[in-house]
């Protein structure tokens, strides 16, 4: 069976808000790949293509290739292994054939982060990382866009605002689309690195002010990262005295206004979920202004692999 076989409309899927330990850090979804045993996989919005430690892949029902990858995170987590194919499960649903994923054999932290958590993701609880999002960026497959038809079609993240569970609906429908504001994206971008093709098919126009008065404000293209624990805010100026805390920590408690272009604004703080208690405003730098995990609490967010689309929406 391969790739648009014909399947259900939609499928909800929960997702776990805390690992084994308790620890609050983003969003989980149970993944089996190949006969291994079930993983838990952290869904991340902000990179794309499965990658899990070979420990849980198991042995059977694996097509190797043969071919090495090193895969760098912002925050200095890095993974080493062999790009393979298998077939991926997420509970009632499985994908339509073998995706390439990449076998992790090493995990590590970059020389200049040290202190990344590349540690635990060597524990017996922890699989890996899901990359879900938009673009053909690098080798790997988002393994959402293999899932027979026309649950291949897009997914939403609900990330539980509301006091409602997260969830991760995939198939899309006139009903479920309903509400949502859609920003299409670039069908190909030629770009030097993966990094920067993937940070052009996955970012929105967005405007953020911080404070009561709107002390400072920034507008351009912002990702929404559900792999980060991190809001990280570029400023042309620096925040008003007072906002900060140290280590360019907005103060807790302080007022932020999202405002997608075309969108009223959604009020959040700067400790929007109660595992992301960290804003970091950063003057000048690079442009990647990302809104990680908290900001699923209070927006849902539709990935629309047919139509190369990103709809947001106030969390319901």
Request: proline letters at 6%; hydrophobic letters at 40%; one cysteine or more.
């Amino acid at each position: 069976m391969a790739c648009g076989a014909a399947a259900q409309e939609t499928a909800q899927l929960p997702l776990i808000d805390r690992t084994a330990d308790g620890r609050r850090i983003g969003y989980w979804l149970p993944v089996h790949a190949g006969n291994g045993e079930s993983a838990m996989m952290l869904l991340d919005t902000g990179s794309r293509g499965l990658m899990i430690m070979a420990d849980k892949l198991g042995k059977q029902g694996i097509e190797r290739t043969g071919r090495r990858m090193r895969h760098g995170f912002l925050d200095g987590t890095t993974f080493e292994g062999e790009i393979v194919k298998a077939r991926v499960n997420f509970g009632p649903v499985s994908t339509a054939g073998l995706v390439f994923l990449l076998s992790v054999d090493k995990a590590y932290c970059a020389k200049d982060k040290p202190d990344c958590p590349a540690q635990k993701f060597n524990s017996k609880s922890i699989g890996g990382i899901m990359g879900v999002g938009l673009g053909d960026v690098g080798p790997l497959d988002n393994p959402l866009t293999c899932l027979p038809s026309p649950l291949s079609g897009g997914y939403i993240f609900h990330g539980g605002g509301h006091g409602s569970p997260a969830s991760l609906s995939l198939g899309l429908t006139p009903g479920n689309r309903q509400g949502f504001t859609m920003y299409p994206m670039p069908r190909m971008t030629l770009t030097a690195n993966w990094r920067d093709a993937f940070f052009k098919h996955n970012t929105i126009d967005v405007c953020v002010s911080i404070g009561e008065a709107g002390i400072d404000k920034l507008c351009g293209k912002i990702l929404f990262d559900s792999g980060s624990s991190l809001n990280l805010l570029q400023t042309k100026s620096p925040p008003a005295p007072g906002a900060i805390v140290r280590d360019g920590l907005l103060r807790p408690g302080m007022k932020i206004d999202i405002v997608p272009a075309g969108m009223a604004p959604v009020a959040a703080t700067s400790e929007a979920a109660q595992w992301s208690g960290l804003t970091r405003v950063i003057q000048g730098g690079d442009g990647r202004t990302i809104l990680g995990a908290s900001s699923f609490q209070i927006l849902d967010i539709l990935y629309d692999f047919k139509g190369n689309a990103i709809g947001v929406r106030p969390a319901r």
